[in-house]
């Protein structure tokens, strides 16, 4: 297969103000709100947030995956192509082939009665490739993503895999078009923690090999130090931080974000959920007035119950929805931190 | 609400497998060896055994069973009014019906499977529409509306077969049609939309293989019902042409001599009554043991 050629705009996914409005008990709800972030070529962007934040649908309506009943509006660019408004003839040229998905949970992305050979090769035999060459192909595949023997195991059946296993086959499937977009959901939250750092470590390596682009949307805040370049925070559907991954972790804008990294416990020092987050995640459905954050906000004012924190930049390259961000830029540790 | 309701048995039996199971395993077999056994005479019976519907001597006429015909052979059932053997007639018969049923539950199955599984799958319109009629259809007793469209036509067996799979295909489109619905939310069939694969295929690799079971449980109760219909519809004079042979034209014919003849109704009806009885009971096994597989 020659190498596409890579290069201009078109190796950026530019997603701007794309909402989703599902039907709620009250009527239709924009569960996902005004969200922008950009996935580069060669970097992995991180989207991160509480379940019910948004982040899975997010990245589904990226391939044009949201419920029946949902309405996506906004731009989700490819070069200079909006994939909300193209049609399902080019939306299918598009998966597989530009943008593909690694699923949470491998046991049930993988279709039990087919082999992951024919599941690898699915893509391929629709593009016309003969059942042999789509098996070879496959088994390349299933080597390049780190299964021992797959020549020979080609032929087997997900049950036959082991957890990791089974990831693996499934980051193959996702990658048998040649994408240029990886959208992970959650990856590693449906395998054992000793299989997790392995899987990270391959979808690293796959992306440099590749590279790919990459969307990992998790909950995790530990994997994402590890493995994104770039976080986008979301919270109750909207984006309240986005940034450098190092940056965003280490000196948060948001007091959402903050939250986050202090309730992160820490294996060394007993100090485990020192300081869990108050309070239970904001219904999409019923978001709160003002700042989405406010009633578990410890800064909270007036002002939060009122107006809407604008998405703006504090710093180069790093956006934030938090009136007071500014302040958070400057606090007593980052100005002792400064002086160093 | 009383206490009563609280107090919880203790002595609840917990399903242990001895020897008990493996009777009732063995008991549970015999339907489907009966079944199987009527499969065989349907398919090799009429290989060995010779008959003809015009043949009959009328001097063998109302012989009762085991009795000796004037040709030297032994009518083992006896022979109906015209002299013909009501041994061939059930066997013959037997063809009939089994043929009949899978007819009906091979058209059927495949309009319904098509029909519920495109519509669950694809959802919005399609299964708007699909829903409708299979409402509308259901508001029919399906009997009342095969004899209408076997009595408005000629009797052949391509109309018997039409009249019967008109309702029945229903059952075939409820159940791949609800099935379709929870299968397009599995991951599986998501990945491999988002893989672009298409639409056609998608059905047939990773939907209709988990409805298979389910249909072929299914397929058996409707199999039943199909040949209970077919002799309905023979035993009525809307069926099949009064050349061939079917168990519904036989207990026709014998109702003016049960009091005389008795075997004549009597046993075409016992075949026929143990033929659904034992597909019942096959299908009632089958759709356990898809259900524990889900």
Same mark, same amino acid.
């Given at each position: 297969?020659?190498?596409?050629?890579?290069?201009?705009?078109?190796?950026?996914?530019?997603?701007?103000?794309?909402?989703?409005?599902?039907?709620?008990?009250?009527?239709?709800?924009?569960?996902?709100?005004?969200?922008?972030?950009?996935?580069?070529?060669?970097?992995?962007?991180?989207?991160?947030?509480?379940?019910?934040?948004?982040?899975?649908?997010?990245?589904?309506?990226?391939?044009?995956?949201?419920?029946?009943?949902?309405?996506?509006?906004?731009?989700?660019?490819?070069?200079?192509?909006?994939?909300?408004?193209?049609?399902?003839?080019?939306?299918?040229?598009?998966?597989?082939?530009?943008?593909?998905?690694?699923?949470?949970?491998?046991?049930?992305?993988?279709?039990?009665?087919?082999?992951?050979?024919?599941?690898?090769?699915?893509?391929?035999?629709?593009?016309?490739?003969?059942?042999?060459?789509?098996?070879?192909?496959?088994?390349? +595949?299933?080597? !390049?993503?780190?299964?021992?023997? =797959?020549?020979?195991?080609?032929?087997?059946?997900? !049950?036959?895999?082991?957890?990791?296993?089974?990831?693996?086959?499934?980051?193959?499937?996702?990658? =048998?078009?040649?994408?240029?977009?990886?959208?992970?959901?959650?990856?590693?939250?449906?395998?054992?923690?000793?299989?997790?750092?392995?899987?990270?470590?391959?979808?690293?390596?796959?992306?440099?090999?590749?590279?790919?682009?990459?969307?990992?949307?998790?909950?995790?805040?530990?994997?994402?130090?590890?493995?994104?370049?770039?976080?986008?925070?979301?919270?109750?559907?909207?984006?309240?931080?986005?940034?450098?991954?190092?940056?965003?972790?280490?000196?948060?804008?948001?007091?959402?974000?903050? =939250?986050?990294?202090?309730?992160?416990?820490?294996?060394?020092?007993?100090?485990?959920?020192?300081?869990? +987050?108050?309070?239970?995640?904001?219904?999409?459905?019923?978001?709160?007035?003002?700042?989405?954050? !406010?009633?578990?906000?410890?800064?909270?004012?007036?002002?939060?119950?009122?107006?809407?924190?604008?998405?703006?930049?504090?710093?180069?390259?790093?956006?934030?929805?938090?009136?007071?961000?500014? +302040?958070?830029?400057?606090?007593?540790?980052?100005?002792?931190?400064?002086?160093? | 609400?009383?206490?009563?309701?609280?107090?919880?048995?203790?002595?609840?039996?917990?399903?242990?497998?001895?020897?008990?199971?493996?009777?009732?395993?063995?008991?549970?077999?015999?339907?489907?060896?009966?079944? $199987?056994?009527?499969?065989?005479?349907?398919?090799?019976?009429?290989?060995?055994?010779?008959?003809?519907?015009?043949?009959?001597?009328?001097?063998?006429?109302?012989?009762?069973?085991?009795?000796?015909?004037?040709?030297?052979?032994?009518?083992? #059932?006896?022979?109906?009014?015209? $002299?013909?053997?009501? #041994?061939?007639?059930?066997?013959?018969?037997?063809?009939?019906?089994?043929?009949?049923?899978?007819?009906?539950?091979?058209?059927?199955?495949?309009?319904?499977?098509?029909?519920?599984?495109?519509?669950?799958?694809?959802?919005?319109?399609?299964?708007?529409?699909?829903?409708?009629?299979?409402?509308?259809?259901?508001?029919?007793?399906?009997?009342?509306?095969?004899?209408? &469209?076997?009595?408005?036509?000629?009797?052949?067996?391509?109309?018997?077969?039409?009249?019967?799979?008109? /309702?029945?295909?229903?059952? #075939?489109?409820?159940?791949?049609?609800?099935?379709?619905?929870?299968?397009?939310?599995?991951?599986?069939?998501?990945?491999?939309?988002?893989? $672009?694969?298409?639409?056609?295929?998608?059905?047939?690799?990773?939907?209709?293989?988990?409805?298979?079971?389910?249909?072929?449980?299914?397929?058996? &109760?409707?199999?039943?019902?199909?040949?209970?219909?077919?002799?309905?519809?023979?035993?009525?004079?809307?069926?099949?042409?009064?050349?061939?042979?079917?168990?519904?034209?036989? &207990?026709?014919?014998?109702?003016?001599?049960?009091?005389?003849?008795?075997?004549?109704?009597?046993?075409?009806?016992?075949?026929?009554?143990?033929?659904? &009885?034992?597909?019942?009971? /096959?299908?009632?096994?089958?759709?356990?043991?898809?259900?524990?597989?889900?």
């Amino acid at each position: 297969m020659p190498e596409r050629a890579r290069q201009g705009s078109a190796g950026t996914l530019r997603v701007r103000d794309l909402t989703i409005a599902l039907p709620g008990p009250r009527g239709m709800a924009d569960v996902v709100d005004g969200v922008s972030f950009d996935m580069v070529e060669g970097r992995t962007t991180g989207l991160i947030g509480e379940s019910g934040s948004g982040k899975s649908l997010t990245a589904m309506a990226l391939v044009g995956l949201i419920p029946d009943t949902g309405v996506a509006t906004g731009q989700v660019l490819l070069g200079e192509e909006n994939l909300l408004t193209a049609g399902r003839a080019r939306i299918r040229q598009i998966r597989g082939a530009e943008i593909s998905v690694v699923f949470q949970d491998p046991s049930t992305a993988l279709n039990p009665t087919m082999t992951i050979g024919d599941q690898v090769g699915e893509i391929l035999r629709s593009r016309g490739l003969s059942r042999r060459q789509a098996r070879e192909r496959a088994a390349d +595949l299933l080597d !390049h993503v780190g299964i021992p023997d =797959a020549a020979g195991r080609v032929g087997a059946y997900p !049950h036959e895999f082991s957890g990791g296993m089974r990831q693996r086959a499934m980051i193959a499937l996702a990658l =048998a078009g040649r994408p240029r977009f990886v959208l992970a959901d959650e990856p590693t939250t449906a395998l054992d923690v000793t299989v997790q750092a392995r899987i990270l470590d391959l979808l690293g390596r796959l992306r440099d090999e590749d590279n790919l682009s990459m969307l990992l949307v998790s909950h995790d805040l530990r994997v994402m130090s590890h493995v994104a370049d770039d976080l986008v925070v979301m919270y109750a559907g909207r984006v309240c931080e986005r940034g450098p991954a190092k940056a965003v972790l280490n000196r948060p804008l948001h007091p959402y974000t903050d =939250a986050l990294v202090r309730s992160v416990p820490s294996v060394r020092v007993r100090s485990a959920i020192a300081d869990p +987050l108050p309070g239970s995640p904001a219904n999409p459905f019923d978001r709160p007035a003002g700042c989405p954050f !406010h009633p578990r906000c410890p800064r909270a004012e007036d002002r939060c119950r009122t107006e809407v924190p604008e998405l703006r930049e504090i710093a180069p390259g790093r956006v934030s929805a938090c009136h007071f961000a500014e +302040l958070a830029q400057r606090t007593p540790d980052t100005v002792a931190e400064e002086l160093r | 609400m009383t206490a009563m309701g609280l107090v919880h048995d203790a002595t609840v039996p917990v399903p242990v497998r001895t020897g008990r199971s493996r009777v009732r395993r063995v008991v549970g077999a015999i339907p489907i060896g009966i079944f $199987g056994l009527y499969v065989v005479a349907a398919v090799l019976g009429p290989l060995f055994v010779d008959y003809s519907p015009v043949g009959g001597d009328l001097a063998d006429r109302l012989l009762a069973p085991g009795s000796v015909t004037s040709d030297g052979g032994t009518a083992v #059932f006896g022979t109906d009014a015209l $002299g013909r053997d009501l #041994f061939g007639q059930v066997l013959y018969g037997a063809r009939t019906s089994v043929l009949i049923g899978t007819l009906v539950v091979l058209f059927s199955g495949l309009v319904g499977i098509t029909v519920g599984t495109v519509a669950g799958y694809r959802g919005g319109t399609t299964d708007l529409l699909a829903s409708r009629v299979i409402d509308v259809l259901l508001a029919f007793p399906g009997i009342l509306l095969a004899i209408v &469209i076997a009595g408005v036509f000629d009797r052949s067996l391509a109309i018997v077969v039409i009249a019967l799979s008109v /309702t029945n295909w229903i059952g #075939f489109a409820r159940l791949s049609r609800s099935m379709a619905m929870t299968l397009r939310e599995r991951d599986w069939v998501k990945s491999a939309t988002v893989m $672009g694969v298409r639409r056609g295929r998608i059905i047939a690799r990773h939907i209709l293989p988990f409805i298979a079971g389910p249909t072929l449980a299914l397929a058996t &109760i409707e199999f039943a019902g199909a040949i209970l219909a077919e002799a309905a519809l023979s035993f009525l004079g809307l069926g099949l042409p009064s050349a061939s042979v079917s168990w519904g034209q036989t &207990i026709a014919s014998g109702k003016e001599y049960l009091a005389s003849a008795w075997w004549i109704a009597a046993i075409p009806g016992t075949a026929l009554a143990v033929l659904v &009885i034992c597909v019942g009971f /096959t299908g009632d096994r089958l759709t356990r043991h898809f259900g524990r597989q889900q």
